[in-house]
């Protein structure tokens, strides 16, 4: 077999390939590219033998994703990808002065996957469609994250000169009253001369059809109230500001609709999510996270254990002699464990088994956020039941002890 490190950066990997006992074969920098991954071929090959199969080569590297490593599984190459602190600690254990070079980086994963292999996991062998639900899935919730920073910003710089707005939109500021509004009337000067015919008119391009008048009336009073005001030319550079930041918001707020729309539709092609929209407290738009972060390598996780240990819903416990406490994750995956407590939250009102569940860990003294935890964690091996068996969630079979103590009833 062979055993290759590979430190990789945007325009290089430094590569170190060793034999079974740990000599050295080849160290070399190669490019990024067709180039680089050919010549890389091309090493490997020569210290092949005739009859081995490239299975026998195992590659270890710090990411899991782009079109290298894409390049690597479809050679056929064993891929671990190492988590970065785990190499650096595997480091720690063999050089003690600090020393660190990409080129010892390479020799260092190439050591891992040589010696320590069997304690890490090789890349998943996820379908094309369940990589471009990932893609979709991470796209939407990054724009979502920019939307949220740039209300934030513009909730401070309303704050430093045209108080009214908020009083008039609250913490909404990226919904689609706010932007209509204050498209129109960036300003104190200008939010105070706007009529309640203009709102409304703004409201309606902006899509809202309810409610009209009376939302349009609470808008002109809050923002005629009483405030303390800016200097007139500091509160036209102000203006300007927010001019910037709501175009910003609308053409976000635009995008992730759109994203959105292609996330739904690229999710429903695939054949677990029927499945997944089965769960409680799954939607479109969570239930793809989950498939996203997840994947669908039918034997990426050995058994139910396994995966709630990806997904960061195990506790972890730390005992020292008579000392033992458990702790939650802190080392995880925060997409999927983020959408997985949103689906226990969620699943508290349209599944009698997860609140009773719920109000159960309560009455034990766990806090709202354990009581959750503990419920997503329940939920990740219902979930691995039901896509180990291809069966969609059934109530009953999910929660037995809640089924028979309402039967007894």
């Not at 609308?250 to 997944?276: G, K, N």
């Not at 702790?327 to 009698?352: E, T």
């Not at 309560?362 to 935890?373: E, N």
Request: aromatic share 6%.
């Amino acid at each position: 077999m062979l055993f290759v490190g590979d430190d990789w950066a945007e325009a290089h990997h430094d590569i170190e390939i060793q034999d079974e006992t740990g000599r050295r074969l080849v160290r070399r920098r190669l490019p990024e590219g067709v180039a680089g991954i050919a010549e890389l071929h091309g090493l490997i090959a020569d210290h092949l033998g005739d009859g081995d199969e490239p299975a026998a080569v195992v590659v270890g590297i710090e990411t899991d994703r782009g079109p290298w490593v894409g390049a690597l599984a479809a050679a056929g190459y064993q891929v671990y990808a190492i988590n970065p602190l785990s190499a650096a600690r595997y480091r720690e254990r063999h050089v003690t002065s600090g020393a660190k070079s990409d080129a010892g980086d390479a020799k260092v994963l190439a050591d891992l996957v040589r010696t320590d292999r069997a304690n890490h996991r090789p890349i998943a062998g996820d379908s094309e469609l369940a990589e471009a639900v990932k893609v979709l899935a991470r796209t939407h919730q990054n724009l979502i994250w920019s939307r949220q920073r740039q209300a934030n910003l513009l909730r401070s710089t309303l704050r430093e000169f045209y108080p009214a707005a908020l009083v008039a939109f609250g913490g909404e500021l990226s919904g689609r009253d706010a932007l209509a509004v204050l498209e129109i009337a960036p300003t104190p000067t200008r939010g105070r001369g706007l009529s309640t015919a203009r709102i409304v008119s703004a409201l309606r391009r902006a899509g809202r059809q309810r409610y009209l008048d009376r939302r349009a009336g609470q808008i002109r009073d809050a923002l005629r109230t009483d405030q303390l005001a800016a200097a007139p030319l500091v509160a036209d550079a102000y203006g300007h500001t927010v001019t910037a930041l709501v175009a910003v918001l609308a053409t976000l707020t635009t995008q992730i609709e759109q994203v959105e729309s292609e996330l739904a539709q690229c999710f429903d092609q695939h054949p677990d999510a029927r499945i997944l929209l089965s769960q409680p407290g799954l939607g479109a738009v969570l239930a793809a996270r989950v498939l996203a972060e997840f994947g669908d390598d039918p034997d990426r996780y050995t058994d139910a254990r396994a995966r709630k240990n990806y997904a960061g819903t195990a506790p972890i416990t730390r005992a020292s002699g008579t000392r033992r406490i458990v702790l939650a994750r802190v080392a995880v995956n925060k997409r999927l464990r983020d959408a997985l407590y949103l689906q226990a939250f969620a699943a508290l009102g349209v599944s009698p088994g997860a609140r009773a569940y719920y109000d159960a860990h309560r009455a034990r003294g766990a806090t709202h956020h354990q009581a959750l935890r503990a419920l997503s964690n329940r939920l990740v091996g219902i979930l691995h039941g039901c896509l180990r068996h291809h069966t969609p969630y059934d109530e009953a079979t999910a929660w037995p002890s809640q089924t028979d103590q309402k039967i007894a009833a």
